[in-house]
């Protein structure tokens, strides 16, 4: 269905870094998904997505500012919770550096597609336009076919996958609970109550 998350911060919290970290679980292949978005049109956006060849993408697009991410792996198991992590630090000296996607705890290094951000640019996550959880906000056609739980949005921070999730003694990556701080437009969505709209 058409169900989303919207939210505009009424303040600028850190473009440059900040960490997107959720449950994710499939329902439909072949088609864009996407899992958040942050700025007011198709031309003027950063997202976080599952492409039509089912790859997680990450992209940047605004005032002459480019940055795509697309993994090699694809991710196709209907049946199976993922753990995706997005950690995100325009101030690296290193390239790749700057976005780093994680699935299940390991970090994905082949990517069909790695254009980075340059040093120290500003992102429009974290600015005070809309925020949007499950869909597209610059194309509304491509929301979220799926499930989310434990969504975490950490303002100021570049964490990886052991701030919020270990392995356990069969190998499967796991949740734990997470202990740090969010910042100024950070947020926890555990998504734990379904016994009321509230």
Request: hydrophobic share 35%; no cysteine.
């Amino acid at each position: 269905d058409s169900a989303y998350l919207s939210r505009a911060p009424a303040v600028t919290g850190n473009r440059k870094t900040w960490t997107w970290a959720g449950w994710v679980k499939r329902s439909a292949l072949g088609a864009i998904n996407t899992l958040f978005f942050a700025g007011t049109s198709s031309t003027n956006l950063d997202l976080i997505r599952f492409d039509a060849s089912d790859r997680l993408e990450i992209r940047w697009f605004y005032g002459g500012v480019t940055a795509n991410i697309i993994t090699t792996p694809v991710y196709r198991d209907p049946s199976a919770w993922m753990h995706v992590v997005v950690s995100v630090d325009t101030t690296q000296a290193t390239a790749s550096n700057r976005i780093k996607v994680y699935i299940n705890g390991s970090q994905v290094t082949t990517l069909t597609t790695a254009t980075y951000p340059t040093q120290n640019t500003d992102s429009l996550t974290n600015a005070t336009n809309a925020h949007n959880i499950g869909r597209d906000g610059g194309n509304v056609n491509f929301y979220l076919n799926g499930y989310l739980a434990e969504i975490h949005f950490i303002d100021g921070q570049a964490l990886d996958p052991s701030s919020f999730g270990a392995t356990d003694t069969n190998g499967a990556w796991q949740p734990k609970a997470y202990t740090g701080t969010y910042g100024t437009n950070g947020f926890h969505l555990p998504f734990s109550d379904n016994s009321t709209a509230a």
